[in-house]
T-cell receptor
């Protein structure tokens, strides 16, 4: 079966760095997405990786290793507003999006 | 106007009621989706519409009935629901990047969801 694994919950301190991991086993691969979802709000797109390596976008970076079935989202200089759930999703060979259950990130002062 | 608008934001209904969820997108996208989001579970894709044609129905019970009258509007008609159907229902839109039968999802733009409680 197809599976996406990510930690259920993480806690980090304001101003610090946190890495949220995502591992996947899917039928084929056509890219990996990260979305952010604040409580009671819509998920919003953060990043898309289809080639190996690191993609940087401001304080957020996303890394992909296709051979390891692994990605991470790196958040630097954490702010209280970064408290949210982070959703990992992989597009398989049939262009279906397979979603993880999300990682709830709690930022403490 | 925000990109994807859903109404109502909250809905409480009994198991014998009939209600509808509405979604409207102002982004000019050609694909629209219904997702179910339950606590601590992955998003579950329910239905996909591409240029008003339903391209996917992921074994959703018939008590959920979608309707897509045009590429900007999407409805989810609800009838004789069960308590386990209580969840957040998210509508999304995207530009289909494919050229064939399969919808190739680009970046998804989500609405804020309709929180459904079935008593």
């Amino acid at each position: 079966g197809q599976n996406i694994d990510q930690p259920t919950e993480m806690t980090a301190t304001e101003g610090a760095i946190v890495q949220i991991n995502c591992t996947y086993q899917t039928s084929g691969f056509n890219g990996l997405f990260w979305y952010q979802q604040h409580a009671g709000e819509a998920p919003t797109f953060l990043s898309y990786n289809v080639l190996d390596g690191l993609e940087e976008k401001g304080r957020f970076s996303s890394f992909l290793s296709r051979s390891k079935g692994y990605s991470y989202l790196l958040l630097k200089e954490l702010q209280m507003k970064d408290s949210a759930s982070y959703l990992c999703a992989v597009m398989d060979s049939n262009y279906q999006l397979i979603w993880g259950a999300g990682t709830k990130l709690i930022i403490k002062p | 106007e925000t990109g994807v608008t859903q109404t109502p934001r909250h809905l409480v209904m009994g198991m014998t009621n009939k209600k509808s969820l509405k979604c409207e997108q102002h982004l000019g996208h050609n694909a629209m989706y219904w997702y179910k989001q339950s606590a601590k579970k992955p998003l579950e894709l329910m239905f996909v519409y591409n240029f008003k044609e339903q391209t996917e129905n992921n074994s959703v019970p018939s008590r959920f009935s979608p309707e897509c009258p045009n590429s900007s509007h999407l409805f989810l008609h609800l009838h004789t629901l069960q308590p386990e159907d209580s969840a957040l229902y998210l509508c999304a839109s995207s530009q289909d990047l494919g050229t064939g039968v399969v919808t190739v999802t680009g970046e998804l733009f989500f609405g804020e969801g309709s929180r459904l409680t079935v008593l």
